[in-house]
């Protein structure tokens, strides 16, 4: 899920952004260290924004730099265990597909699926089923669900697992429509 987090640091501005606007130079060095960092509590920070200066700068004798206590607002993702994407397959392979969720892709297992057996088809690069003739492939659209989430350091290491055995899961054509009755009882 997104989310805009409020976030306190304390910062040291160089001696060569000291002619840059100050909010300017927050900014900067706030965008370099944060963005695009896994950070187990906030996720991946995608954006940082709305720089603030909490005090005044103080400099420590022999230490060229100024220090500031400044916030920001940034904008964070972090996939959260049960919670349901809209996800595209990205690659299909023997073990099942990868799905991107947000900036992240995770795997869905063979396994996790359906509740039907899906078998590797190596000639279309698709992943199918024989009874109810449902195949999976790249490119294709569906709802998925996180089952486990690793957050590492960098998106690389970072493992996320994902399933489409509950009810209503999968690609929408593999959602059954409830049955409307009609007025009289009739279906």
């Known amino acids: 899920m997104y989310y805009i987090k409020t976030l306190e640091d304390r910062i040291c501005i160089p001696p060569s952004l000291f002619g840059s606007k100050l909010t300017d130079a927050v900014l900067s060095i706030l965008r370099e260290r944060y963005e695009g ?10 954006s940082v924004n709305e720089p603030e200066i909490l005090s005044d700068g103080v400099v420590i004798p022999g230490d060229s730099g100024a220090y500031y206590t400044v ?32 900036p992240f892709q995770g795997l869905l297992h063979i396994s996790q ?21 449902r195949t ?16 590492k350091s960098t998106s690389s290491d970072t493992k996320i697992g994902l399933t489409m055995r509950p009810d209503g899961l999968g690609r ?16």
């Open 136 to 151: 999976l492939k790249k490119g294709d659209e569906a709802l998925v669900k996180v089952s486990t989430v690793s957050l």
């Open 71 to 102: 916030g920001c607002q940034a904008l964070t993702f972090i996939p959260l265990v049960n919670e349901v994407f809209r996800a595209d397959i990205k690659e299909i392979v023997e073990f099942g597909a990868f799905a991107s969720i947000g």
């Open 37 to 46: 960092r896994i950070y187990k509590d906030l996720g991946i920070v995608l």
């Open 113 to 133: 699926i359906d509740r039907e057996k899906f078998y590797y088809d190596k000639k279309n690069k698709s992943l199918g089923s024989k009874a109810l003739k």
């Open 172 to 187: 929408p054509d593999w959602i059954e429509k409830p049955v409307v009755k009609k007025k009289g009882g009739k279906k």
